[in-house]
């Protein structure tokens, strides 16, 4: 059994920064590519970032890029979302996924394992 942990969420004004982690439970952390997601009310869930099992590889939605910056550390089993120059519409529960594949994917359903959610508000 996976299970996830996210922490590191907040109230934070415009332009501040936030960084959110997630603490992996189990073995096979290194061979699991990982995800950040996120969700507004009244809105889908929506993809952030994701990386590949060895950290080599990532994507940023086009809404966070050159703001947020995704990474993992396998050593402590930790996925990391470091989250500058935030603004109001970043506001949403931000959500850690695993994939138990190396490669990683950008849709909810590729994910098997998530985390319960930690909120993240912006205010202007």
């Known amino acids: 059994q996976v299970q996830l942990v996210e922490s590191g969420g907040g109230l934070v004004q415009a332009g501040g920064s936030l960084r959110l982690s997630c603490a992996v439970s189990g073995r096979t952390f290194s061979s699991y590519a990982m995800g950040w997601f996120r969700q507004a009310p009244g809105k889908e869930r929506e993809f952030v970032a994701a990386i590949n099992w060895s950290g080599g590889n990532t994507l940023n939605a086009d809404s966070v890029k050159g703001r947020f910056t995704i990474s993992r550390d396998n050593a402590k089993n930790t996925v990391y979302l470091q989250m500058n120059s935030l603004k109001p519409e970043d506001t949403a529960v931000y959500y850690c996924?695993?994939?138990?594949?190396?490669?990683?994917?950008?849709?909810?359903?590729?994910?098997?394992?998530w985390g319960q959610g930690t909120q993240v508000t912006v205010s202007s």
């Open positions: 996924a695993a994939r138990p594949s190396r490669g990683y994917g950008l849709i909810v359903n590729k994910y098997d394992y």
